[in-house]
């Protein structure tokens, strides 16, 4: 049974930083792309950034670039999201998606999805 647990999220003010962590259990973890979306109130859910098999492919979005990072750990299952500089549109629920691919996509096709982690952000 594949499984994706996020953690991290919680509430911060404007300028703060937070980092999300995703553990993923029952699958082969380096065959797959990894990536984080995040859906705001009455948003749809849209693409942050991505990571491939290895790490060499990191994608972002454009509201995002320059301040947040994405990593993994394919030695503990594990990416993550380091958030810098947050600002109030930042708040969202972020998901942890996998793709068993090597390419980075944008868009909701990918193969599994954890259950979100709310972040906050306050002004």
């Known amino acids: 049974q594949v499984q994706l647990v996020e953690s991290g999220g919680g509430s911060v003010q404007a300028g703060g930083s937070l980092r999300l962590s995703c553990v993923a259990s029952?699958?082969?973890?380096?065959?797959?792309?990894m990536a984080w979306f995040r859906q705001g109130p009455g948003k749809e859910r849209e693409f942050v950034c991505g990571i491939s098999r290895y790490g060499s492919i990191t994608p972002y979005a454009d509201s995002v670039r320059g301040r947040f990072t994405i990593s993994r750990d394919n030695l503990k299952n594990t990416v993550y999201l380091q958030m810098n500089s947050l600002k109030a549109e930042d708040a969202a629920v972020y998901y942890c998606?996998?793709?068993?691919?090597?390419?980075?996509?944008?868009?909701?096709?990918?193969?599994?999805w954890g259950q979100g982690t709310q972040v906050t952000v306050s002004s």
């Open positions: 029952g699958l082969a973890f380096t065959t797959y792309t």
């Open positions: 998606a996998a793709r068993q691919t090597d390419i980075v996509v944008t868009t909701l096709d990918y193969n599994y």
